[in-house]
Each structure stands twice: as C-alpha cells, then as structure tokens.
C-alpha cells in the first residue's frame, strides 16, 4: 500500500482494530522513497491512518477471498403470508464488516440484487402495468424477504458489485413463481352533464354513476358493496362483477367499496371508499335539471314532442304530469308553476276523499308509476329500498332489535320518546318532496272508519277499493311484504300493509301500519326491520 504525499514530508502510518483510533499503534518500517511512503505487508481486517502534515486519511483493509460469493441455488419457502415472499439460498454471501474510528462496526453494502416482474398501478390511465423491480441487499446472511410480486415471474439474483467490478459477477434463477398475491383499485365516473357541476360524486337526484374495479392477476372473486354507513355494517347492495353502473335515485349518503380475493380466499384485498351524497329529487317541472322552473323547461318538453336528441335525464322528467306521455300537457303544468310560483299537481297525483280531517291520499304507492303497481318496499324510518330485510341490516339498530338507536321509548335503555319519523326519514317527504308524508296512525284509522272498502283487482292486481263519502275512490294493491330477501303475502291469498310514520309507544320494536285483506281491513303493527309499502298523503295546503 502506497502514499504519495501532498505536503512533501514523510506521512506517518498507524494501524488500528475494532476498538478504534483510540488504540492506534505507530507502524514501523514504512519504507520512504522522497514523498512516497509503502508499506509492504497489508494485514485485512485492519485498519489504517496516515497522518500528512495536517491532513489525516483512513482506511480499513478487507480481504474479498474471505467472503467470496457463492450463488448456487434459491428456493421458495411456504407462503404463509400475503404481505411477505421469502427465499432461502443455497450459497455464501455474508455480510462484510468494517470498523471506523471511533470502533462503531459497519456493513459493507455488497448491492446484491434481486429482479423480477410485478404491478404497478398507474393513475393517469387507470390501469395495472407490469414492472421489473431490482432490490439489493448489503448480504445474504438471513433469508431474503420481500413483499410479493402481483404478477407471475422469474426471480434472478445476482451479484455482488465487486465481481461485477471485476467482471465476474455470478447469478441463479428461480423456478417460475405463480403469485397468490392480490390487489385492487377502483374509479367513479359520474355525469354531470345535466344535473350537476360538483367536483364530489353525488348531487341532485337521479345521480348516475359508472364504478370500475381493477382486480390484479391472481383475483377469481370480487364484489363491490354498497352502504350507508362508512363502516359498512349496513351493507344494502352487492355487486360480483368488475363494473357497476348505477343511478342513485334515493337522498342519501352512499359507501362504495371494491374488493377482491384469490382463489382460496387467503389473500384479500380492498380498494379505495367512494362516497355519493345524493341530494332530494328535483322539484316538479324542473324538466333540465337547472333547480328552476322556466321557459327552458318548456323548450325540454318542446324538443321531445319534435322528436330532437335529449338526454334520458331529460326525457325522464318530461312527464310532469304523470300521465305516460310526453305532451302539450306536460307544458301547460309547467306554466301553471310558473304563474302561480309552485309546483302544479295533477288530479292523478292525489285523491280528495271528503274525510273530515280534510287528508288528501296519494293514487299510488311511493316507487309505482300507478295506481296497481305495487311500488318500492321500505323499513320503517329507511329512505331506500334493498335485497335484504331484517335486524341485521335494519339503519336505526346495533346488532339487532335490542339495539335501537332512534325512535325509541326505552328499548334496552335508550329511549329519545320521538313518536313519529322525522321528515329525513320519512319516505315521502325524501321522495316527493316537502308537500308529501307518510301518514299517521290516526290518519289511517280515518280512512277505514270513513270509507267503503271493497276486495277487488285492478289490471289483474288484488287489492282494495276505497271509496270515500264524497264517492271518490283510490285503489290500494296487496302488494305483501319483504322479509330476507323473500316477497311474502302475494298472489292469492294476498295482503296489503303500508307503514304509518307513528311508532308504537309501547313497544318501539314495532310501529303501526295500516293492514287489509280480502276478508277486512284493520290497524296492525310489524318489526320496524321488515320491508313494507307506502301510500303517502299530501300536506294540507290552507
């Protein structure tokens, strides 16, 4: 070893070991030749100062030949986690150590790599791309663990970067490696052409919605789940496919979620929360979507009667008088709620029976285009129809009808004594708007004390006349019930149940609704959880 000094004198040589520079000791016989210094036996695993003037430079000596590397060999070890891969190698690569100064040991980093194939997602165009990935390792003294790769791949090692130095470098390959690793990402991508300009998802009803899931390689199974509830304990939808295409017609706030597995279920994965908040229907006559009602309204309905090109937002809001077509009718309504300053109702919209109280009942069930069709099933104080109706996925309870958190007169110690859905839980208001309600227990008690009940069919529809003392009439379908995911009380021996908005004060499980058959017609009560229909009355106008 050879210094050649930058200051002219003789350098000064010292040797130390792990200890450090405190336990340097003088070499002697350095040989001198002018301002070059050689020391002709190189110890490894030694230290090494040389002091120039007032320079001074450090050195520690390592013989290669003692951690030569020696790549013979990798196998997989069994998996046992989705989160970790891990190889075990057949050959040398230990770590090599050296000491500073200051005796603090240090590992020389040997740049071992390890290169393979997986995914990697990218955002600009919404996909998975494969990518080969290199990782070093300072040495092989343990086994080589790394997250698993999304793809099928060929693992090489190779190294170290001294042999590659030296133009020696060895390498091995794997057998090929089948991935169970999985992974997911998901992508929503409203319409907002209409009916909205936000840059959230969500806005005015109906809110229309493309979700895309993209599973990586190894996943056989996904689903996408719907809530309302971050958390998703109240899981209303399920979707087992890559895209989900969906119109929110219900306000409301809305979890979308997209998860994935491999075969054996072992590995899972899930994607990104998307969150909707859908806003209440458009007012009536609002045939653009603007939030007015105007002459761009009537031009709307212009442009479907000529026949032009609109969007199915538009085309499903020209019917502003209920009655199948698209008209000169439709635009007389709109100007009468442009004369008198609010939304016009047609007579089919609502009945006025000559009850005492003055109720005005709605012709059909909420979620029915007439009076026959049996309409949209609801949980008492739920504002959306769903696959499943029970305890388990009721809104307003923990864990079953022991855990009731609202309307509640004690029920397992809770009690906030609230009677009657408030109007973000009632079914009509939400859905029709402030002029509309569920009804009352009393109101309902009206209608069969004041009317004339008749078993009947409609368009081949069992169910029930009513005909009030003035001689107007509404036709009420037995449209049954929904528990679980089955249609209970059609077909011949059918029953028709609608929900009132008033709970039962002494048992809050339960809340009244309005029960008829072929036989009679009666006050009865159901489980808040079971899915039943709504025939709404118009708010009192004075």
């Not at 100064?101 to 194939?117: A, F, H």
Request: hydrophobic letters at 35%; charged letters at 25%; a negative charge.
């Amino acid at each position: 070893m050879t210094y050649h000094s930058a200051s002219g004198e003789r350098a000064v040589w010292y040797s130390y070991d792990s200890r450090g520079a405190d336990y340097a000791e003088e070499i002697t016989g350095i040989s001198c030749d002018s301002s070059v210094t050689s020391l002709s036996q190189v110890l490894s695993n030694s230290g090494y100062i040389i002091v120039d003037g007032n320079e001074r430079y450090c050195c520690w000596v390592v013989n290669y030949a003692d951690y030569y590397l020696e790549l013979n060999d990798m196998y997989f070890n069994p998996q046992t986690s989705c989160d970790l891969l891990s190889f075990n190698v057949d050959g040398h690569a230990d770590a090599i150590p050296y000491y500073t100064t200051d005796g603090r040991r240090q590992v020389l980093d040997r740049e071992i790599k390890l290169s393979y194939n997986t995914l990697i997602w990218n955002d600009d165009d919404a996909n998975w791309w494969e990518q080969w990935m290199v990782e070093t390792f300072a040495a092989l003294d343990q086994d080589v663990e790394i997250v698993p790769p999304l793809c099928d791949t060929d693992f090489m090692l190779t190294g170290d970067r001294f042999l590659q130095a030296w133009g020696l470098e060895n390498a091995i390959e794997s057998e090929y490696y089948q991935t169970q690793a999985v992974d997911c990402r998901s992508t929503a991508e409203q319409d907002y052409s209409v009916y909205d300009y936000s840059d959230d998802l969500g806005g005015w009803a109906p809110c229309h919605i493309v979700f895309s899931g993209y599973p990586t390689d190894a996943v056989v199974y996904r689903l996408w789940e719907m809530a309302t509830d971050a958390e998703f304990e109240n899981v209303i939808k399920r979707f087992d496919q890559d895209e989900v295409d969906c119109t929110f017609m219900e306000a409301g706030t809305y979890y979308m979620r997209f998860m994935v597995t491999n075969e054996d279920g072992s590995c899972k994965a899930c994607g990104n929360t998307h969150v909707i908040k859908v806003k209440s229907f458009p007012i009536r006559g609002d045939v653009n979507g603007d939030r007015e009602v105007n002459i761009a309204d009537i031009n709307a309905v212009i442009d479907i009667i000529l026949g032009s090109d609109v969007s199915d937002y538009v085309r499903s809001r020209a019917d502003v008088n209920s009655d199948g077509e698209v008209n000169i009718a439709d635009i007389n309504v709109i100007i009468d709620i442009i004369l008198k300053g609010q939304p016009a109702v047609s007579t089919k919209d609502w009945v006025d029976l000559g009850l005492p109280s003055g109720t005005l009942w709605a012709t059909c069930n909420v979620g029915a285009n007439c009076p026959e069709e049996y309409g949209d099933y609801f949980a008492w104080g739920e504002t959306f129809s769903k696959d499943y109706y029970d305890w388990t996925t009721y809104k307003w309870c923990i864990g079953g009808m022991d855990g009731i958190t609202k309307y509640s007169y004690g029920v397992n110690g809770f009690a906030d004594f609230k009677s009657e859905l408030e109007p973000e839980d009632d079914v009509a208001y939400v859905h029709w708007g402030p002029s509309w309600r569920m009804p009352t227990l009393a109101q309902q008690d009206e209608l069969r004390e004041h009317c004339t009940w008749t078993w009947t069919t409609l368009n081949g529809v069992n169910g029930c006349l009513v005909t009030g003392p003035n001689g107007n009439s509404i036709f009420l379908p037995a449209a049954g019930y929904r528990w679980r995911e089955m249609l209970l009380g059609v077909g011949e021996d059918s029953d028709g149940i609608n929900w009132s908005r008033s709970l039962n004060l002494e048992l809050s499980e339960v809340a009244y609704c309005l029960y008829f058959n072929s036989d009679n017609s009666g006050r009865g009560c159901n489980d808040r959880s079971l899915g039943l229909t709504v025939r709404a009355v118009r708010v009192t106008q004075n």
